[in-house]
């Protein structure tokens, strides 16, 4: 590190991303707890143990390749070939990925992403809670933690990416890098794996199966939102000098910019951050008619609506953009369960889905005109931009891979658990010796106690 | 001897840089990772294929019908 402000610097942008990256582990907490509190309790420790192997499984392969990924393949492969110089630097036996005081950033710059991927990887495993293997789950997080999100965000989530050059594609806060991609994978998934027995009545009415546990629920979404901060955060380069940027911005003016390096303040997002989350929960609680969960998750797909644009909106675009997308959001989602008898079990397909589709296609018609970076010869946003981007996130890298994964699993019967193990609960085994152990012991103590009562007689 | 090729930190930190032991090994330290890796999954699926057709046959009645009702 030369000189002492470029020191500062480091040091603070360092400390700034491994802040958000303790932030946002809250979200998979938060997603654990959800989880959980909507599975029945004869499901609950299954439930936990497949959300949480989540961490460690997409943690070391997108240490293998998934951040590789995203330094090579930013123009590939229609408009250029991969980015082995960038890459390099990245791959898993660069120097620059171990402890290095040469390099300070690249850890906790790796953390970042990687607690999106984390986050990608815990929103397909919500919706399918209850009667997938947990070994086919797995796979999925791999693939869409490892390898889809991250080829979408080296597209449309990295300054030099093809669809910010040539489309104009606008995601600051990652309504399409994350929410749309794992909403339609989610979908995929969901399509050919089934719903849970007994989702639907004979004549095909959808029954609601309610949470076990309410109250876990509740905090698991208030994590999510606390998580989001976080995330927020991550998605910013929080100070940044023109020079260092080297595009268009002329003066001297040091600013904190989005992925795209193109200025924001700490403080828009902020504004827009609690105003989209009123707009969401206000319209879900209309809308739901004070249905509690879709009036919390309603707060979260009013952010993921507004993320999109939240870099730039006005807080009152935020907060409308919000309403109108959590109004979609909640009619979509039970016109297609009741359409398609497909089981959501958490909404999620909803949630973040169709609220990162629906974030998308407004931001191009509010900030049409507007430049995507400060690079010169790059697109501007735009209605067709931001539709083809929210149609490649949503169907192209979300659902269609989802889906083929999922039918090659299911083909050779590996994807859903046995009806019979489903209906016992896939915890049986465990809760079955636990009552059988609790019996016991409780025999063994009545026993006892027996027994010293008639030594004191 | 030492693994990381520093004895001393009485050195020029401008002049530093990787120092986790074994510098040179970094390749064959990434093939013992994936290969810990795919061994998990291979573990992983077989056990709980065996776990799940173990599973499908003892399932008590009437304990699965005490689960039903707990919810």
Redesign the interface.
């Known amino acids: 590190m030369d000189g002492n402000l470029n020191a500062l610097t480091t040091v603070f942008t360092e400390f700034y991303y491994w802040v958000t990256v303790v932030f946002m582990f809250l979200i998979h907490v938060g997603f654990c707890m959800y989880e959980v509190g909507a599975s029945r309790a004869r499901n609950h420790m299954h439930t936990l143990m497949k959300n949480i192997m989540i961490i460690p499984l997409v943690t070391v392969t997108f240490f293998f390749f998934g951040w590789w990924i995203y330094w090579a393949f930013p123009n590939f492969p229609f408009w250029g070939g991969l980015d082995t110089e960038a890459g390099a630097a990245n791959l898993p036996w660069a120097d620059t990925m171990a402890t290095n005081l040469d390099d300070r950033i690249t850890g906790v710059f790796w953390a970042a992403f990687l607690l999106f991927s984390w986050t990608a990887a815990s929103i397909v495993s919500g919706s399918v809670i209850e009667r997938i293997r947990s070994s086919a789950l797995w796979v999925h997080a791999v693939m869409i933690g490892s390898v889809w999100w991250i080829i979408d965000a080296a597209w449309g989530w990295h300054y030099g990416g093809w669809m910010v050059r040539v489309l104009g594609y606008h995601d600051a806060y990652a309504s399409g890098v994350i929410h749309a991609i794992a909403g339609g994978y989610a979908l995929g998934v969901i399509m050919v794996l089934g719903p849970r027995l007994g989702k639907f009545a004979k004549d095909g009415t959808p029954r609601d199966i309610p949470p076990h546990n309410p109250w876990l629920l509740t905090i698991g979404i208030f994590l999510i939102y606390t998580g989001f901060w976080g995330f927020y955060a991550a998605c910013n380069v929080p100070v940044i000098s023109p020079e260092a940027i080297d595009g268009q911005i002329t003066g001297v003016t040091w600013t904190a910019t989005n992925i795209y390096l193109a200025p924001t303040t700490l403080s828009a997002i902020t504004f827009n951050f609690l105003m989209s989350l009123s707009g969401g929960l206000m319209a879900a609680y209309v809308v739901s008619k004070g249905d509690a969960f879709w009036t919390f998750s309603g707060g979260l797909a009013g952010i993921i609506t507004a993320s999109a644009g939240n870099d730039l909106y006005h807080p009152i675009q935020a907060m409308i953009i919000a309403a109108i997308g959590v109004v979609i959001v909640y009619k979509l989602h039970h016109w297609v369960e009741r359409r398609f008898k497909l089981d959501d079990a958490v909404g999620a397909v909803a949630v973040h889905g169709y609220a990162g589709f629906v974030g998308l296609v407004i931001s191009g018609f509010v900030l049409w005109g507007v430049p995507s970076s400060p690079y010169e010869g790059y697109a501007t946003i735009n209605p067709v931009g931001q539709i083809t981007g929210a149609v490649i996130m949503f169907f192209v890298l979300g659902f269609l891979p989802g889906w083929v994964l999922a039918k090659i699993q299911s083909a050779v019967g590996v994807l859903r658990i046995p009806e019979e193990v489903e209906l016992q609960g896939l915890d049986y085994a465990e809760h079955h010796a636990y009552e059988d152990a609790k019996a016991a012991i409780i025999a063994a103590d009545k026993e006892e106690l027996a027994t010293r009562g008639v030594a004191a007689k | 001897m030492s693994t990381n090729g520093y004895t001393s930190w009485a050195v020029d ?2 002049e ?5 032991p074994f ?1 040179g090994y ?2 064959l ?2 093939i013992i ?2 290969a ?2 795919i061994g998990w ?1 291979r573990i ?2 077989v056990r ?2 065996e ?3 173990k ?6 009645e009437e ?2 019908k005490i ?2 009702e ?2």
């Not at chain 2, 599973?55 to 008590?60: F, I, K, L, S, V």
């Open positions: 930190l401008a530093v840089g990787p120092v986790y510098q970094e390749v330290m990434v990772g994936v810990f890796w999954h992983q699926f709980e294929g776990h799940l057709e599973a499908r046959h003892t399932g008590d304990k699965v689960q039903l707990r919810y």
